[in-house]
Each structure stands twice: as structure tokens, then as C-alpha cells.
């Protein structure tokens, strides 16, 4: 190792190059790891809030789905609203995960299929109710795998 002790000025300037090469590769060190700690504590941030939206958005659905069945009323929503509410928890979910956005394709399948009957049919109901569920399981998975 260099020795550092003896005061010459050959000494003298290794020592202020390695205490320099030392120093910046520390900043550097702390200043790329910042950088990543940023970015990954954004991304995160926009998987809670689509996740927070898309958790509220399929309540609503499913409310939705419970009033046309169930109450036969177009006073809390049509199947219009629906598609919207659908075609929104869709788009959100890209923000999440991938495999939230093969769950809400799905959705958006049954909600294609079934909708038209939802009004007479229990089985068209649960199907949906059954979608949404899944939907709300994977994207409670994805928020709970957060860091």
C-alpha cells in the first residue's frame, strides 16, 4: 500500500488522487443509487394510485352489476355505464401489472357476454361478480408485492 507518512510531495499528491478517485466514486456511488431509489418509489406510487382507482372503479361496477340485477333500476346506473366504468379499470390497469391486465381483458369479456342479460340472468351476475373479484384479488396481489 502507498505510504502516506513520510511528507514528500510525491506522496503528498498520490494521496490527494486516491482521497479524490475514493471521494468521487462514493459520490457517484450515492448518487446513482438515489437516482434508482427515486424512480422505483415513483413507479410504486403510480402502481398505488391506478391500483387505489381501479379498486374504487370496480366497487362501483360491481354496485352497479348488484342495482341492475337485483333492483332492476336504471336510477343507479345502466349497462352504458358499465362499458365506461369496464373500458376505465382497463386502461388503468396497464399502470399496474401485466397480469392485472390479462384479469381485467377477461372482464372485459364476461362484461361483453354477459351485460345484455345481467337484468334477468343470476348466472350472468355472478360471472361478472366473479370477473370483478378476480380483478380485485390480483391487483390487492400487486400492491402487496410492492417494496
Keep these: 500500500m502507498l505510504n502516506f507518512f513520510d511528507g514528500s510531495e510525491v506522496d503528498k ?3 490527494f488522487i486516491v482521497i479524490s478517485i475514493v471521494s468521487f466514486v462514493f459520490a457517484f456511488l450515492g448518487f446513482a443509487y438515489n437516482v434508482w431509489r427515486t424512480e422505483k418509489t415513483e413507479s410504486n406510487n403510480n402502481v398505488r ?4 382507482g381501479m379498486l374504487q372503479e370496480l366497487a362501483n361496477l360491481e354496485q352497479l352489476v348488484y342495482a341492475i340485477h337485483y333492483d332492476r333500476s336504471d336510477d343507479n346506473g345502466t349497462p352504458r355505464d358499465g362499458w365506461v366504468k369496464v373500458g376505465l379499470i382497463r386502461d388503468m390497469s396497464m399502470l399496474v401489472a401485466p397480469a392485472v391486465e390479462t384479469k381485467t ?3 372485459k369479456h364476461v362484461w361483453a357476454k354477459q351485460w345484455s342479460e345481467l337484468a334477468e340472468s343470476k348466472q350472468a351476475s355472478d360471472n361478472i361478480v366473479q370477473a370483478i ?3 380485485r384479488v390480483e391487483t390487492r396481489l400487486t400492491l402487496k408485492s410492492l417494496d
Design 133 to 135: 373479484e378476480e380483478v
Design 13 to 15: 499528491t498520490k494521496k
Design 105 to 107: 381483458l377477461n372482464l
Design 49 to 52: 394510485e391506478a391500483s387505489f
